[in-house]
């Protein structure tokens, strides 16, 4: 069974900080998808990364897929309120495929 | 265009009795899933469908079945409610590009089950 495992699973911050949140895995996935999720919602997708090493950008978002295809990051630049929400990775490789991470819940307070 | 919908939105059950969830998808999509979402747990795959006519178990099963009407519902059953089944029910949907169908995949808004 493969396993995401997220960190922090909970972040709370000031408008206008930077922070970073981490999926990692002891497994090799063929791509990783990043999703969020607002309360009484269901999970958007943001990106997809496919190359190890790629990064991406989303407006003050990057996304980071390591040179592996284990791990991947999302760093958000001077966030804010709007950012709030629960952030999933998703990865594909396993044999039902998508393997979802439990999480991380960000709270941009004003 | 709706996307995913789902009914309902919310409900309550007795344990043993049975309900049907509803999920359908306007996006000619191939593919359509069935999660679970609970605290500390995230999302766990229930069952899902890799095109019409074919439906396959994913990683918690046991206690559900479903039924693949056509390319545009997916909708999910429980026989006999458990309050282990006490959950937030997402339907999702794909294009089925890759084999497995782990391309894009876009969520319905939930169902919120209390059992009981």
């Known amino acids: 069974t493969q396993l995401l495992e997220q960190s922090p699973q909970f972040l709370s911050i000031q408008e206008g900080e930077n922070l970073t949140v981490y999926c990692n895995s002891s497994?090799?996935?063929?791509?990783l998808q990043w999703y969020r999720q607002e309360p009484g919602e269901g999970p958007v997708l943001l990106v997809t990364?496919?190359?190890?090493?790629e990064v991406k950008k989303l407006k003050r978002l990057t996304f980071q897929f390591g040179d592996a295809r284990k791990d991947s990051s999302l760093h958000i630049t001077a966030a804010q309120p709007g950012d709030t929400g629960l952030y999933l990775c998703?990865?594909?490789?396993?044999?039902?495929?998508?393997?979802f991470g439990k999480g991380t819940h960000l709270i941009i307070q004003p | 265009n709706a996307g995913v919908t789902q009914t309902p939105k919310f409900q309550v059950l007795k344990t043993g009795q049975s309900m049907t969830l509803q999920c359908a998808q306007d996006?000619?999509?191939?593919?359509m899933y069935w999660y679970r979402q609970d605290p500390g747990m995230g999302l766990r795959l229930i069952y899902y469908?890799?095109?019409?006519?074919?439906?396959d178990k994913g990683e918690v099963p046991n206690g559900y079945n479903v039924s693949r009407l056509n390319k545009r519902e997916f909708s999910l059953r429980l026989e006999s409610a458990a309050p282990s089944q006490t959950s937030v029910y997402f339907c999702?949907?794909?294009?089925?590009?890759?084999?497995?169908?782990?391309?894009?995949?876009?969520f319905g808004p939930g169902t919120r089950l209390t059992v009981l």
């Open positions: 999702a949907s794909s294009e089925g590009l890759s084999p497995r169908g782990t391309d894009t995949q876009y």
């Open positions: 497994s090799v996935f063929s791509s």
């Open positions: 990364v496919v190359t190890g090493g």
């Open positions: 998703a990865g594909e490789g396993g044999a039902d495929g998508l393997t």
């Open positions: 996006m000619n999509h191939n593919s």
């Open positions: 469908s890799a095109s019409e006519g074919t439906t």
